[in-house]
């Protein structure tokens, strides 16, 4: 009997505790659809192919790429440059600001070029291997795309790579980091992703489509290029060929 008794207490805590054991695999919540409200458009130089895009203060940064045509530039937002470097022989992609200097990385070439942020002037040149499509800076570190669905974390100092994470969808581009997010346009699409940079996973999705009429769209490329304005929680994005730029906010899709 009290043999029977134990193995009964023992079978009931046993099934107790399977009854208890908490749910890990649970599904995360499907990313939060977004679209963009235009607050204003700036010109942008119809000739620049974007592939870089990033505020310092006041200062508007921009990349822009095809062998020939690549250089960075800075300067107020909706005027000409007021500082501008050529990146002859290579094709450039995108670019981030860190204090007194900036990166710019490149296509297929495996060269980061660090800049003097004011000047634009080259500082030195670091190898990498594999694409560069995207970058921009988070909590002490860089967050480069390669066109995959990884981003890779990179030491700002020496570009050594220091980690990475899978965001499940590929042709990541163009990159802006906010907080602990990572906004990224996504190639050949109108649309942008927001991931958590933590884990890779997509929080939001936001529909850009509708910015260009059709005379404009007949000789402009696709979406790239997306800036946070300091001090708010607006955007200004662009496009490659684009003859303009949007302050936008990111609003619930109706």
Not at 65 to 77: D, F, P, Y
Not at 179 to 191: F, I, L, P
Not at 215 to 229: F, M
Request: with cysteine; glycine share 12%; charged share 20%.
């Amino acid at each position: 009997m009290r043999t029977l008794m134990t193995t009964s207490l023992l079978l009931a805590a046993v099934l107790g505790g399977c009854a208890a054991a908490p749910v890990s695999d649970a599904a995360p919540p499907a990313p939060e659809k977004l679209e963009v409200r235009v607050l204003s458009s700036l010109p942008h130089d119809p000739g620049a192919f974007t592939q870089g895009l990033e505020f310092s203060g006041e200062t508007l940064y921009e990349g822009t790429g095809l062998v020939g045509k690549s250089s960075m530039r800075a300067g107020q937002a909706g005027a000409a440059p007021s500082v501008r470097r050529e990146l002859p022989g290579l094709f450039g992609e995108g670019i981030t600001v860190l204090g007194p200097t900036a990166w710019q990385i490149t296509w297929q070439d495996g060269v980061a070029i660090e800049r003097d942020a004011k000047t634009l002037a080259e500082l030195r040149r670091v190898n990498y291997t594999g694409e560069g499509w995207g970058l921009c800076h988070q909590d002490g570190r860089l967050v480069m795309s390669d066109g995959s669905s990884k981003l890779t974390f990179r030491d700002p100092a020496t570009f050594a790579p220091t980690g990475s994470v899978d965001v499940g969808r590929d042709q990541l581009n163009e990159l802006e980091c906010v907080g602990d997010s990572v906004y990224a346009n996504v190639w050949q699409t109108d649309r942008i992703l927001r991931i958590d940079a933590a884990s890779g996973r997509v929080t939001g999705e936001i529909d850009a489509s509708g910015l260009l009429d059709a005379s404009e769209k007949s000789s402009a490329d696709v979406l790239n290029g997306i800036a946070a304005v300091p001090g708010t929680d607006e955007f200004l994005i662009t496009g490659k060929l684009w003859p303009k730029m949007f302050r936008v906010k990111f609003v619930p899709a109706a």
